[in-house]
């Protein structure tokens, strides 16, 4: 599809031009990089350029720019130029076989002026569709033209009537003269100026458009027929529509004598009412030739009809894509001559207005009604290529590309302008395609340093936004750019679900700015930003495993969190998870290989905290996972429970391991604190964990005589009955040992599986205070656990032989001798 440009200009009350503007239409099957060419090459604005007074400094004296007061001037008169050769160049080809005197000479000045113009374009400078700055360079700007229309320009200026005549008059180089018709560009690039002027009425200049349309179209064929009836000899004029019409008593006989404005005035009636399918009859087609050029003709009409009927329907109608840039640019302007703006600020308002206009036949504006998930695939399509060649993002997940390429929003910008300044909150990210921009560092005094350059798949912006600090340099625009536009709050909620690649932003933005010594200061800042994320992740996890929410906690860690990472008091979400009783959590964490037995910084396991609130299945995952119950100052935590009459407590922390012989500052035990309140139950709890009745404190005293004083007469036969059955179980004993009252007990916990055996396959075993001999162990494990057994193996599958090498509080394993086989 060929391309068409409308031209825009207005200016303000002071003369100054106020915007131009191209129109371009729409071109199918086109890229990315051919749409930012198309848009920057019809984006032609001659008026006001960026720092004007260095600009021409750099030009080349024989060049001529775009917006010289005299190139304007020569636009107008070759203008007049145009509009003469665009109306006599159809009258020459149908009513002239060879000029007269006066209009040859008339025809050579204006070939003369055009050819001068072919010069000028020689000479003319434009905007490079690239980069959008004036090339002023000879050889580029005549190498364009030759490309362009040079050849149809100065074929168009070769004298074809002089031709003609020399040729001995032959017929086919008269045809020739309609290359002359290119020149009509120039009226129709004229018509459109005035359509987009907001000085001039628009339905006014519309109507004008398309009645000079209409003319024109009847003028060409009015030609076209007279030049029909001329293809006949003098002898058969006759069989001619001219010759054989009869208007009234007037006839055309020897038409070729009558004057040239009759002959005209009839060929344009006959054009019109053909046009308008009127059909009085007077005047009629006669032979073949004309038959079927006014068929053609007719043809012709109907898509011109077409053409002007739809086009006063859009006046009438109004709401033209044109009509409305015309109403929006009207008020900006009204609304920058109320506030004096200044005239960077006016050029910027009004190129980006520009730009909005331009591009909405490219923009993915025109995918609004479009599907958010058929967007999205065009969006990774046309964005995704340009984003991981980002080094922001390298390393980053495929699924975070996604979301970042599916939320970002196009936008262009013109040289000169500044998109961030130095010291300024930003609030967007942005990402080059194409174009080059460059990092300004603007020192107190106004000096500039460059301090980096953005060229395509670089960012800029990300410093600010990720470690919230001011804008550390000025981001300006050197050619025409093509950006990618993520907002902040945009991204800040992406990198809350995927945080993981949050971390990975933050170290490639130090390593891409290794060498950059502005970002070299703020590594500091950067660092502390990715510890305070590595902190606000640990309370999500945290949060998670708290509330019991199993989803989130999964997506986290699998998202990349560290299920071992602990809060500013160093628990763990396995802490909090045995802490509030959720099984689930505390299950998932295990298998997750988390540290069980870590403490916080109050001394606290997840055992324990399981274990203090009472959650006994948790507590006791937990222990079957080998979980133990670490204790600071068993011996005060045992009392202060005893006193408080915590009955629940002290029953689970005696059954997963806490010594129930375990003293506090005084050296008195659970046992003494029992004894002295008369606690029976607590006290008979005690004694069957394994309480020593005959431990003394630091003032001698034993639980005896602890209870002897409280004077309750049960719980003192409760206590000698003990201390009796004590005595007897440890006969070997001295006397000294008994006055000091160290009686050692040991306890194990037998397993009935092998240690070998998958984790499906084990059970829950059993408690049992260690004997005095092997067979004993067996016999009583046998007994309790409700299986057969023949031996007694370590953790590590190694056969015990003596009690003696059992310690206090080991796992053991009950297995039989098939069972040994079958791991042997």
Known sequence: MVATKKKERGRDVNGEIEYEVEEVKEIMDESQGRRLTLLTSNLTRFGSLRRSGSHHKLFNRFVILPDNRWYEIWTQFILLWAVYSSFFTPLEFGFFRGLPKDFFLLDIAGQIAFL????????????????????????????????????????????????????????????????????????????????????????????????????????????????????????????????????????????????????????????????????????????????????????????????????????????????????????????????????????????????????????????????????????????????????????????????????????????????????????????????????????????????????????????????????????????????????????????????????TILRNLLEVNENNIQIKQLESDIGFHIEKQESELALRVNSAAFHGNLNYLKSLIKAGADPNKTDYDGRSPLHLAASRGHEDIASFLIQEGVDINLSDKFGNTPLLEAVKNGHERVAF?????????????????????????????????????????????????????????????????????????????????TPLDEARKCGSQSLIKLLEDARCKELSEFPQQSPEFLVTGHIIRRRCRVFPFHPWDSTETRIEGVMLWVPKTMEDLIKSSTEQLKCSGSCILSEDGARILDVEMISDGQKLYLVSDHDRNMHT
């Open 621 to 701: 995952l937990l222990f079957n996972e080998g979980a133990t119950l670490s204790l600071s100052d068993a011996g005060s935590h045992l009392c202060m429970a005893v006193a408080k009459g915590d009955a629940d407590f002290l029953r689970r922390v005696l059954a997963y391991g806490i010594d129930p012989n375990s003293k506090d500052y005084d050296h008195r035990t659970p046992l003494h604190v029992a004894s002295a309140e008369g606690l029976y139950f607590i006290a008979k709890m005690l004694l069957e964990a394994g309480a020593s009745v005959l431990s003394q404190d630091r003032w001698g005293n």
């Open 116 to 503: 001068f113009d072919i010069a000028v374009q020689f000479l003319l400078a434009y905007r490079d569709p690239d980069t959008y700055l004036i090339v002023c360079n000879p050889s580029s700007i005549a190498l364009r033209y030759v490309k362009s229309g040079f050849v149809m320009d100065l074929l168009s200026c070769l004298p074809w009537d002089a031709i003609y005549k020399a040729c001995g008059k032959k017929e086919v180089v008269r045809y020739l003269l309609w290359i002359r018709l290119v020149r009509v560009r120039k009226v129709t690039d004229f018509l459109e100026k005035m359509e987009k002027d907001i000085r001039i009425n628009y339905l006014f200049i519309r109507i004008v458009k398309l009645i000079v349309v209409e003319l024109y179209c009847t003028h060409t064929a009015a030609c076209i027929f007279y030049y029909l009836a001329t293809t006949f000899p003098a002898s058969m004029e006759g069989y001619t529509w001219i010759g054989s019409l009869k208007l009234g008593n007037h006839t055309y006989q020897h038409f070729r004598d009558i004057d040239l404005f009759t002959r005209y005035v009839t060929s344009l009636y006959f054009a019109i009412v053909t046009m308008a399918t009127v059909g009085y009859g007077d005047i009629h087609a006669t032979n073949t030739r004309e038959m079927l050029f006014i068929m053609i003709y007719l043809s012709f009409d109907m898509i011109l009809g077409a053409y002007l009927i739809g086009n006063m329907t859009a006046l009438i109608v109004k709401g033209s894509k044109t009509e409305k840039f015309r109403d929006k640019m009207k008020d900006l302007i009204k609304y920058m001559n109320r506030n004096k703006l200044e005239k960077d600020i006016r050029d910027q308002i009004k190129g980006h207005a520009r730009l909005q206009y331009e591009r909405s036949y490219t923009e993915a504006s025109v995918l609004e009604d479009i599907p958010a998930s058929i967007r999205a695939k065009i969006s990774q399509s046309l964005y995704k290529p340009f984003i991981e060649m980002i080094p922001l993002f390298r390393g980053c997940s495929a699924e975070f590309i996604r979301q970042i390429v599916i939320r970002l929003q196009e936008e262009f910008f013109l040289p000169g302008e500044v998109i961030m300044e130095q010291g300024s909150s930003v609030y967007q990210l942005y990402f080059v395609c194409d174009g080059v921009l460059e990092g300004v560092s603007i020192g107190e005094d106004g000096s500039e340093e460059n301090v980096q350059k953005f060229e395509p798949n670089s960012s800029f912006g990300e410093v600010a936004i990720l470690c919230n600090i001011p804008q550390p340099y000025t981001v300006r625009v050197c050619e025409l750019c093509r950006l990618l536009r993520l907002d902040k709050q945009i991204l800040t909620t992406i990198l809350q679900i995927y945080f993981v690649d949050g971390r």
